[in-house]
C-alpha cells in the first residue's frame, strides 16, 4: 500500500470508532463528549509503520478501539486511552503541535509567573545541566515526563543560553518558540522512550 493512502481518520470513520465505546460503562452519553472523542481519535492517529508493516489510520483505529473494549472494565478516559495507543504507535505531529501551541497560549495568557527561579519552566541549568526546578511546576513535569532532563541533556540539544532562562531582557517569544520545539521533541521522545522500553519487556 502506498504511504500516503489510509493516513488519517475522516470525521464519519472517527465517529463510528468512538461509537463503539459507549458499550463501556461510565462513558458520558453526551452527543459532545462523542463528537469530542473522535476529534480525539482523528487528531492523534496518522498511518505508520510498526512492526516491518504500514498501518493505516483505520487498521490502528481497529486495533485500538478492540483492545479497549477486550480489556477495559469501564472508560476511564482520553488519556490511559492515548497511553495504550502510544504503547504501539506515534501520536501525530499536528496533535503535538496544537498541543504545544495551546501550552504556549496558557503560558503567555498567565498574568504572572508562579515560579521566578525558572519562569514556570519546570526546570533550571547549574553548570550547564538542566535540573529539575523545586517548584511545582517542576513536580509536575517531572512526573507527567519523567525522561524529560534526559532529553534536554542529550548532548545533541543544544542548550538554552542560561540568560534567555534567567535575563531580565529575555525574549519571552524567542524563548516561547524554543520551548515550543523542545516540547515537540520532549513528549514524542518520551513516547517513544516508554514504548521502546515496554516493547523491551515483551
Ligand atoms: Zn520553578
Known sequence: MNEQEGTHLDAAEALKFAARLTLLP????????????????????????WGGRWWTA????????????????????????????????????ELLREEACQAETAATDATAVACGICRDSGTV?????????????????????PNWLDVLNRPAVHP????????????????????RQRTIRGIAEAEDARRKAKEATH
Open 58 to 93: 483505520h487498521e490502528q483505529a481497529e486495533w485500538l478501539i478492540e483492545k479497549i473494549l477486550s480489556t477495559w472494565r469501564f472508560w476511564s478516559g482520553p488519556a490511559p486511552m492515548r497511553e495504550l495507543y502510544t504503547s504501539r504507535f506515534r501520536v501525530s505531529d
Open 26 to 49: 461510565k462513558f458520558s452519553p453526551h452527543p459532545e463528549a462523542l463528537s469530542a472523542l473522535a476529534d480525539y481519535l482523528s487528531g492523534m492517529i496518522h498511518g505508520q509503520e
Open 160 to 179: 538554552l543560553p542560561a540568560d534567555r532562562i534567567r535575563g531580565p531582557d529575555a525574549s519571552q517569544s524567542a524563548f516561547n518558540t524554543e520551548l
Open 125 to 145: 541549568q547549574h553548570d550547564g545541566r538542566f535540573e529539575w526546578c523545586a517548584c511545582g511546576q517542576g513536580q509536575s513535569l517531572r512526573e507527567q515526563l
